[in-house]
């Protein structure tokens, strides 16, 4: 079941081709490149480092990883909701069917943008590999956390879809993709250290810079994640399965 409904969404998402599918998984890359372009033309310091690309995109791919698997998965129930009316497919099928395809898209996604960084003479390489692609894992895991609690809130109010949108961006922007929160006064960043984006970004440039000089509450990262996840899987079970 879980095969037929990966397929399925791979194959409409932007039509029936395998095109389409390159369309996803290039969006989020155009998405980052967009971003860093503008940083890099005009010649906005990294304040780490010696590339520009390469800190603003290790920022960006952690941030979107997660916002973009917490945003389709909800979007996979409002969109694919009539299939739950044949009854071989459960709601949690599209579900952990969509969480599986934006695992694979981003990953994909992950690959292009350190190919297109090696191309332009960057290299993409962590000094740490064992904890950048932790931190990438984290980012996975808090966007399933997230997105299941966001699959919960739509089934009462469908207006968050949007919302969320507003949301994502005020993270994005707080998350510290374009500069490091750690130079900020203490007593903000503290408060800003709440945010778990901030986390997983310094988790990943971590991996990059490991003088970087941070200390990531691991720990926190991966209960708040389990946390969102168990709510999420309440939600669907006691209060979305009611209302469908």
């Given at each position: ?35 860093v372009s503008v940083y890099v033309f005009r010649k906005v310091p ?28 909800m979007k996979a129930v409002m969109m694919n909701r009539p299939l ?14 969509r969480i599986i395809v934006e695992i694979v898209t981003g990953f ?137």
């Open positions: 079941m879980l095969h037929a409904l990966m397929l399925r969404d791979m194959r409409t998402r932007f039509g029936g081709s395998h095109l389409g599918y390159a369309v996803v998984v290039l969006w989020p890359v155009v998405h980052v490149f967009i971003l990294a304040p780490i480092g010696d590339s520009r690309a390469l800190f603003f995109a290790s920022g960006c791919v952690t941030v979107l990883i997660f916002q973009y698997i917490s945003r389709e998965v739950t009316y044949y009854p071989q497919v459960k709601l949690i099928d599209v579900v952990f069917a994909l996604g992950l690959l292009t943008v350190m190919a297109i960084l090696a191309a332009f003479g960057v290299n993409p390489f962590p000094a740490d590999p064992i904890t950048a692609i932790s931190g990438y894992c984290a980012a996975i895991l808090l966007g399933i956390g997230i997105g299941t609690v966001n699959i919960g809130i739509i089934s009462f109010f469908p207006a968050w879809l949007m919302g969320y949108q507003l949301f994502s961006i005020v993270m994005y922007i707080a998350s510290g993709t374009m500069f490091l929160p750690s130079y900020l006064p203490k007593e903000l960043y503290e408060i800003m250290k709440y945010n778990p984006a901030v986390q997983i970004v310094e988790w990943v440039r971590l991996g990059y810079y490991p003088n970087l000089g941070v200390k990531v509450d691991y720990m926190y990262v991966i209960l708040f994640s389990l946390t969102s996840l168990t709510l999420g899987l309440l939600l669907e079970r006691y209060v979305v399965r009611q209302r469908t």
